[in-house]
């Protein structure tokens, strides 16, 4: 003979903590924030020595685009007003 007992018991499931990945700027993004065309921007930004990475993003149609992050986003731009523009 089998005997079986099934308890159900309600517990409030707490979400995982939320990790957010970091904003994402696109050239095309940081283009608009230089006032640059994106082609004059990338160039600006590679002689800078920065090297973008590639990622989709919604604001690239879910496209391959080239973005920074935050951090580099600010450098980039303390760069651009030290040299006297935006």
Known sequence: ??????GITAQAATPP?????PKLTT???LAERLKMDRS???RYVMRLGYEPKRARTASSGFQTA??????QVRQIVEARQKDGYC
């Open 40 to 42: 004059a921007a990338r």
């Open 1 to 6: 003979m089998i005997s079986l007992t099934i």
């Open 17 to 21: 903590p939320s990790i957010s990945a």
């Open 66 to 71: 080239l973005v920074f992050d935050q951090d």
């Open 27 to 29: 050239m095309k993004e």
